[in-house]
């Protein structure tokens, strides 16, 4: 049974550039969350998509973006990137159940370095 | 606006010795309470959860914590700590959307 994956594992853009991240849920999930963990950080909710649609936004700027797919995988991109942008992307899976978060299963991230 | 605050930024045990890990969270109605676990490199796995009911709940490894609501905290607890436990430790709260704390790390000396 594959967990969350996560991919590329890691990637280096140059300021100004844009990226896509992509993310295949734990096998029965049909919701997946986004999270930026950067150094020294706990991680910070981006967005939710289930059902295709966009459920719940953290308090990103619309330079984030996000889509999910018919077969519940995800991507999230990131346009216009600033050094800031540098982090560990998460992906997070689970099975909505009346909008409740009861457990995340979390990838191993994708690492975004901008130069 | 839900918070978390982990006092604690850098922890060090011996192995052997027990372990509490301070959480005290901000939020408006009955939380929804985690504990989730990261090595380096990796994502994050969660530990246990509280929603309701018994304030004592038990995770994996050996771990448990305990909600006490009069103080807004949610410490994890180990009573042995193993090497194996070197991480960085996050609580979090939250319903749909999932607040986490900055983390604390755990180092685990012989």
């Known amino acids: 049974d594959a967990g969350v994956t996560q991919s590329p594992t890691h990637l280096i853009k140059t300021r100004g550039q844009q990226v896509t991240l992509r993310c295949s849920p734990k096998s029965g999930h049909d919701t997946v969350s986004w999270y930026q963990q950067a150094l020294g950080q706990g991680p910070q909710f981006i967005f939710q998509?289930?059902?295709?649609?966009?459920?719940q936004r953290g308090n990103f700027p619309d330079r984030f973006s996000g889509h999910q797919f018919p077969n519940y995988s995800s991507e999230l991109n990131v346009n216009a990137l600033l050094l800031g942008d540098s982090a560990l992307y998460l992906c997070?899976?689970?099975?909505?159940?009346?909008?409740?978060?009861?457990?995340?299963?979390f990838g191993s991230g994708t690492q975004l370095s901008v130069l | 606006a839900q918070s978390v605050t982990q006092p604690d930024i850098h922890i060090t045990v011996s192995e052997g010795a027990s372990l509490e890990l301070r959480c005290n969270y901000s939020y408006g109605a009955t939380p929804y309470l985690f504990w989730y676990v990261q090595s380096p490199g990796q994502g994050l796995q969660l530990l246990l959860k509280?929603?309701?009911?018994?304030?004592l709940v038990q995770g994996i490894k050996g771990f448990e914590a305990e909600f006490k609501r009069s103080q807004s905290s949610f410490n994890l607890r180990k009573p042995s700590v193993h090497w194996s436990d070197a991480a960085e430790y996050f609580c979090a709260v939250g319903y749909q959307k999932v607040t986490f704390g900055t983390g604390t790390k755990l180092q685990v000396i012989p």
């Open positions: 997070a899976s689970s099975l909505w159940k009346g909008a409740t978060n009861e457990k995340l299963f």
């Open positions: 509280y929603f309701s009911g018994d304030t």
């Open positions: 998509y289930y059902e295709e649609e966009e459920r």
